[in-house]
């Protein structure tokens, strides 16, 4: 466990694989800084699809806000063909 700003913080990562109905591979990879107490206090979750055509990914980067809840900071797409669409 670290401290910032005089609150003990962790980083919990959970990794996740599956197929999906289409039989392309889902892969989900989740951070999240926890304070002690439980409370998420930002996240980064990156999710990425694989198929036979190439594979995208998304990367979504969320802060608490004023309001307690998770708020979206950033958003970014990235798609990336087989060399026989590119």
């Given amino acids: 466990m670290a401290e910032q700003d005089g609150v003990e913080v ?7 694989e599956a197929a999906d109905d ?3 591979l889902v892969v989900d990879d ?3 800084v926890v304070a002690e ?7 980064e979750e990156t999710i990425v699809v694989v198929s036979a055509d ?14 307690g809840e998770l ?4 958003d970014d797409v990235v798609v ?5 669409q590119a």
């Fill in 71 to 74: 708020e979206v900071v950033e």
């Fill in 54 to 67: 190439g594979a995208v990914a998304e990367d979504i980067i969320s802060v608490i806000g004023d309001d």
């Fill in 30 to 32: 989740l951070k999240a």
């Fill in 37 to 43: 107490d439980g409370t998420v206090l930002a996240t």
């Fill in 80 to 84: 990336i063909a087989t060399e026989e």
């Fill in 22 to 24: 289409e039989g392309n």
């Fill in 10 to 16: 962790e980083v919990v990562e959970v990794v996740t």
